[in-house]
């Protein structure tokens, strides 16, 4: 593989040789060709990019190319890359004790509880630990079903939930499609998305109205005395941040009240400061029942998800066994990672910064380009989460990609990303803006400006 000039004026991070990682990255392209089976895809239509270093808020890929992540992978890397505190938690973790089985008592799963529950709102002070999030709701539904002796779960179309039974079944997305088998007890409602109203909304008060009316319309029919919980992302990450508007999720939890049902806040993706507070739901001044939380808890490094329970439903598995649980739950080196992430959010005031860059720099100057670009239909978000709806037509809303696939616009918008120099998250006719929470203003500056010309490309796709 021959290296073009510009990539070979990269220089790797921390002393890493450009050669040997180069090279180790060809062998692993080739291996990963013959034998790794990648998720979500047809295996052989895919080209997928080799990823030999990283650090902060960049990758280098495996030309020696340098580009900003503003994907932070799968939104996970809410502290970026290569953070040193986190790396050496994890290398110490690993000299003391790799690895304990979840009946014994470890300081690293107990202090990461402790200050997991420091911040969740209200009274969830128990956390069970998965390996993940999807794993996360499969439990956290299961707790719901055993505390209320129902069966029936309410999840909102446009939502992602995760890829095992359960959790692929609440998903709102075409992900389920193929997976569902209409027999877990999940029914679906429409929530609050004024840019696509489904409820011929002109406002966001009436938005959250007839969405709220809706739901409650649904809980009706369906049989209040046969429904668990209802699940929602509080505010839906894949399927497009739509930043819920004022008063639904308050309406949400009233529901939820008034019928005796369980609220399952899924914050996987939201949570650990993407939106600038520790979890989403803080925005709204909401207590749910439970959180489900993975990802940014300690930024992907090791896998690591659970559930912050409430006091009321702790207390029903506190003479009962709890029928549930995984080898690796609290796993010691994904733990300790937890305590170095949130003690470093802590100390370096990450969770500010994501506010604040969501506030000044970022969404001002996504909305900037929204003024500039016909092709951007609709910017929404939060600290550093944020989409940019593509269309091919302001008027109709017609979007660049079909709901549920992509199109050669759409591609041809992803590559214009990468030639300038970031990685983008994309999804259907969507671009996300969602850089780690701890990028500074000139790489946010950059990114726009990347971004800026990869939208030259969206406009020039619309049909006039
Ligand atoms: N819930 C939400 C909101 C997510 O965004 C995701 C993953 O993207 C999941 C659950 C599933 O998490 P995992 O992939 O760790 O199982």
Redesign the pocket.
């Known amino acids: 593989m021959t290296l073009t000039t510009e990539t070979s004026e990269s220089a790797l991070p921390r002393g890493l040789d450009l050669d040997s990682e180069l090279e180790r990255g060809r062998r692993a392209y080739e291996l990963d060709r013959t034998h790794v089976f990648h998720s979500w895809s047809a295996q052989d239509q895919i080209d997928p990019m080799t990823i030999v270093a990283s650090e902060g808020s960049y990758i280098w890929d495996g030309n020696g190319r340098r580009l900003l992540d503003f994907s932070s992978q ?2 996970n890397t809410n502290v970026g890359h290569q953070h040193p505190r986190i790396v050496e938690a994890i290398r110490e973790q690993a000299a003391r004790l790799c690895t304990v089985a979840p009946q014994y008592v470890n300081d690293a799963r107990s202090e990461a509880a402790r200050l997991i529950s420091e911040r969740t709102p209200g009274d969830l002070n128990k956390i069970f630990f998965t390996n ?6 499969e439990h956290a539904v299961r707790m719901a079903r055993l505390h209320t002796g129902r069966y029936k779960v309410l999840a909102r179309y446009r ?6 039974d359960t ?1 692929i079944n609440l998903t709102g997305d075409p992900r389920r499609w193929p997976n569902d088998y209409g027999n877990s007890g999940v029914v679906h409602f429409a929530g609050p998305f004024l840019y696509r109203s489904q409820f011929h909304a002109t406002t966001e008060h009436e938005e959250c109205q007839r969405a709220l009316e809706s739901l409650e319309r649904t809980v009706q029919l369906e049989g209040p005395s046969t429904i668990a919980a209802i699940v929602l ?1 509080s505010v839906p ?2 399927a497009g941040i739509m930043v819920p508007p004022a008063g639904y999720m308050r309406g949400v939890r009233a529901i939820c009240d008034r019928y005796g049902i369980i609220l399952i806040a ?1 914050e ?3 949570g650990f400061g993407r939106t600038g507070h520790w979890f989403a739901i803080d925005h709204f001044g909401v207590i749910p029942d439970l959180i ?1 939380f ?2 940014g808890v300690n930024s992907g490094y090791v896998p690591l ?1 659970g559930v912050a329970i409430s006091a009321e439903i702790a207390a029903t598995f506190a003479d009962r066994a709890y029928p549930g649980g995984l080898t690796y739950s609290g796993h010691p080196l994904a733990t300790a990672a937890a305590v170095a992430t949130i003690n470093a959010m802590e100390d370096e005031q990450i969770v500010d910064n994501a506010a604040r860059i969501g506030n000044e720099v970022l969404g001002p100057g996504l909305r900037d380009l929204a003024t500039k670009h016909p092709s951007v239909g609709d910017v929404r978000g939060l600290g550093v989460f944020w989409a940019i709806e593509l269309v091919a037509d302001r008027t109709t809303r017609e979007p660049l990609a079909p709901y549920g696939t992509s199109s050669p616009a759409m591609a041809a918008v992803i590559a214009a990303c990468k030639a300038n120099g970031i990685l983008p998250f994309a999804n259907f006719n969507r671009i996300h803006a969602v850089p780690p929470c701890t990028v500074s203003d000139t790489e946010v500056v950059e990114g726009l400006k990347a971004l800026d010309a990869a939208l030259d490309v969206a406009d020039s796709h619309i049909v006039s």
């Open positions: 799968l939104v993940g999030g999807a794993d996360a709701n939502s992602y939930h995760g890829g095992t959790a992302e990450g894949t899924d996987v993706m939201a489900t993975a990802k998800g």
